[in-house]
């Protein structure tokens, strides 16, 4: 499999993955008008929706994917049994919210929570069709309809920001709720639409649904490990410290988001490619596109690590005018992260694509109970900045640990990885020479 089978969908991947960035710079106008411990309250209330998103996706969504990227004929079934466990999920995750009531109070520290997280629901249902669009398109590479739907998603909540920041009105954390379902509504309509001729709904047997739980239990598993990863962090800094001191934390987290946009560009692309090359027996091709991404990934997020760390103070100086100084360490601290990034993208896609879920399973719990205990070691004298440490060491471990278990199965090295700098630079010169 050539690589320029895939620049086209990588650009439009990148370019779907911007959607986030510009969100986050919108982002900035609502931590710069609300409150610090609104900002708060609001940030812990994004966090619980994005690990209950995440770990949908990953029990249910990306195992069907895969299976349907190994077997197209079965997709109607696949589809029609996501389709009901993904939205019994959603219902008793809605539920399961409601009902803890003031236990988020007592939990976080902010009475104003309880009363926010009754539009829990609101939030998870109104990405269900959104969802399971976006994963159907996946199986096929379909990347250019799944940038609109980010377009219009994305689009729809940064102009209700802005109004409502025009009009002086975003100081209440319900007004981004208000945006985000908004969005998602005009995001799940245009998703069936595009996606309509791959919606066949079909009796399931029981057989499907246990494909699905036999590969979504490590895979599912492993994607809740790596949200409690992601977004724990956030949410352990408000439950030890303040939603204020969580504001600080997420407020630099926000500028990690552009490092975390490759990431996900990156696993649109990888996870059915390697699954593909896998099930056709293509070994060489595929260590050698390890290789090949590896070092691109490398080459693009190395300079953007020294740029972030030398112009942070200066960036979040200007924009919110010395509000947020405290999270410049904090920041600084994210961004060394992001150069362990490229080995935990391929480790971890490669593993997945490959049916290697259990392994995966267990390095990443064992790297969970590692950055739990870092974070809760760290951020209790620390705060923010020692939180930060925990998850930029434990991504370090954990890219490490990837890239150990995964040469098992696919043996690309270091030597390989540099070795391509030179086929890479004759691709290039190549591939932009023969274009108009």
Excluded at 116 to 127: D, F, P, V
Excluded at 193 to 207: C, N
Excluded at 261 to 277: C, E, G, H, V
Excluded at 368 to 393: D, E, Q
Aim: net charge positive; charged share 15%.
């Amino acid at each position: 499999m050539k690589l320029t089978q895939h620049i086209g969908n990588g650009a439009w991947a990148m370019a779907d993955k911007s959607m986030p960035m510009l969100y986050g710079a919108a982002f900035l106008l609502v931590a710069k008008q609300m409150d610090t411990a609104e900002f708060g309250v609001w940030v812990l209330f994004q966090l619980v929706w994005m690990v209950m998103t995440w770990i949908g996706d990953n029990f249910i969504l990306q195992p069907m994917v895969k299976l349907a990227a190994d077997n197209k004929d079965d997709l109607p079934a696949l589809f029609s049994a996501s389709f009901i466990m993904y939205g019994v999920f959603l219902i008793v995750s809605s539920a399961v919210i409601w009902l803890m009531g003031d236990l988020w109070s007592v939990m976080f520290h902010a009475p104003e929570l309880p009363w926010l997280m009754r539009w829990m629901s609101a939030m998870l249902i109104s990405n269900f069709l959104r969802n399971l669009a976006i994963r159907t398109l996946q199986i096929d590479y379909q990347i250019i309809r799944i940038f609109w739907l980010d377009v219009i998603y994305f689009g729809v909540v940064i102009i209700l920001i802005f109004w409502f920041t025009y009009h002086n009105e975003m100081h209440e954390p319900v007004k981004m709720v208000y945006a985000n379902v908004a969005g998602a509504i005009c995001s799940s309509l245009l998703g069936v639409a595009l996606a309509r001729k791959k919606i066949h709904f079909r009796h399931a047997h029981t057989e499907m649904y246990k494909k699905i739980y036999r590969l979504g239990i490590f895979q599912g598993g492993t994607g809740s490990l790596l949200a409690i990863q992601a977004q724990m962090d956030g949410l352990l800094v408000g439950i030890i410290r303040t939603p204020s001191e969580a504001a600080i934390y997420q407020v630099a987290k926000t500028f990690f988001r552009a490092f975390e946009a490759i990431r996900d560009a990156a696993n649109l692309i990888i996870l059915p490619m390697t699954s593909k090359l896998h099930a056709e027996r293509e070994h060489a091709s595929l260590v050698a596109v390890c290789e090949k991404l590896i070092f691109i990934m490398f080459v693009a997020i190395a300079p953007s690590v020294l740029v972030l760390i030398a112009g942070s103070h200066f960036l979040l100086h200007i924009i919110y005018q010395g509000k947020y100084d405290s999270s410049v360490a904090v920041l600084q601290i994210f961004t060394l992260g992001g150069l362990a990034l490229p080995l935990t993208i391929i480790g971890t896609n490669v593993l997945l694509g490959i049916g290697q879920t259990r392994p995966l399973f267990r390095i990443t719990l064992t790297n969970t109970v590692i950055f739990l205990t870092l974070l809760v070691g760290l951020t209790i004298p620390f705060g923010s900045a020692g939180a930060a440490c925990a998850l930029t060491i434990a991504s370090f471990i954990y890219a490490a640990a990837c890239m150990r278990v995964t040469q098992n199965f696919i043996p690309f090295s270091a030597r390989g990885i540099v070795s391509r700098m030179k086929e890479l630079q004759q691709f290039a010169t190549s591939y932009f020479s023969s274009r108009p």
